[in-house]
């Protein structure tokens, strides 16, 4: 398989002020992050919120410049060159968390898919009109003439998030950038959703770059995982190695949150210690050292990711 994506070094500070308008502090919301994504491959962006998820997901669409590093997208790096700009936002998709973020409640349902075929001039009236037909019959909302005519409220989360979905299809992508995409549907139809999605990554051979702080969706979607925590990717490789045997006390972390309930540990202690605002007030050194049961001298500065038993992991740490 080739490469549909590479980021190389990727890096996005913002400033902070107060309320006099000076700077007062920097966060460092992605901070050197590196990935390559294969054709057909859905990598996994994993992490809890403010980890830097969907700022690396908006820096690849270019929704914003970012301070240092490098976007391959199918081969060519995506500058601010108007044809770079063009080619990424074609070629390269959104599906988001709500689907109003996306689609403007007093459109038709036809209009908000024909949307960017339109920005784009792709055909005429008549043949953007039987792309949106055969794009909601793609996504299994039928009958298509019918749901055309709709608008979103008429519509369920479950068939509003497969009118997004189409949105994203009609342009033939290939890469799609999901973030959180089922995580404001019930479990059934988050289900349907993601077999959805993976049945048209196997018929048109898409890409997809999946983000979610949900492991049991990305294990059940996933090939490829990176684990991310503020602003840094500290884990990363084939995500039932990464899940099933994790390698960073983050890593180890996150998946005891959502563990079963061990009888031997009624109490519900964990192994993570937990100081509210003392790990993103670290300025030296590796960022999860004042929550990890494992850190020593060494954690005073930064790990950097390194090939340990088939992952890459940012560590000093040997763990079992």
Not at 3 to 28: A, C, D, M, P, Y
Not at 119 to 136: A, C, D, K, P, Y
Not at 173 to 198: C, F, G, Q, T, Y
Not at 275 to 289: A, H, L, N
């Amino acid at each position: 398989m080739g490469e549909i994506l590479r980021v190389e070094n990727l890096t996005k500070h913002f400033t902070k002020k107060n309320w006099l308008g000076r700077q007062s502090s920097l966060v460092r919301a992605v901070d050197g992050v590196s990935f390559s994504v294969k054709e057909g491959e859905i990598f996994v962006l994993a992490g809890e919120s403010g980890s830097g998820k969907s700022t690396v997901a908006r820096l690849i669409l270019r929704s914003f410049e970012q301070d240092v590093g490098r976007i391959i997208f199918d081969g060519r790096e995506i500058t601010s060159k108007k044809e770079d700009l063009k080619k990424i936002r074609m070629e390269c998709q959104m599906v988001y968390q709500d689907p109003y973020d996306s689609i403007n409640p007093q459109m038709k349902i036809k209009d908000i898919i024909a949307e960017p075929i339109e920005i784009h001039r792709v055909g005429s009236s008549r043949q953007r009109e039987q792309m949106v037909r055969e794009v909601l019959q793609e996504v299994r909302l039928e009958p298509a003439g019918e749901i055309m005519e709709k608008y979103p409220h008429m519509l369920s989360g479950g068939q509003r998030q497969r009118v997004v979905l189409a949105r994203a299809l009609v342009l033939k992508p290939k890469l799609i950038i999901a973030d959180e995409p089922v995580s404001m549907l019930d479990v059934s139809v988050r289900a349907e959703i993601l077999e959805l999605m993976n049945g048209l990554r196997e018929k048109h051979g898409i890409s997809f770059v999946y983000i979610t702080h949900d492991l049991a969706t990305a294990r059940y979607f996933g090939h490829t995982i990176a684990i991310m925590y503020l602003g840094k990717i500290v884990e990363i490789g084939e995500i039932n190695r990464v899940l099933l045997h994790p390698m960073h006390p983050y890593t180890r972390a996150l998946l005891d949150a959502i563990s079963e309930p061990d009888p031997k540990n009624l109490d519900g202690k964990k192994s993570i210690r937990i100081k509210e605002g003392s790990d993103t007030s670290t300025r030296s050194g590796c960022r999860f050292q004042a929550r990890c049961p494992h850190a020593f001298e060494r954690c005073a500065s930064e790990p950097n990711l390194e090939e340990k038993n088939g992952r890459s992991v940012a560590c000093f740490a040997e763990l079992d």
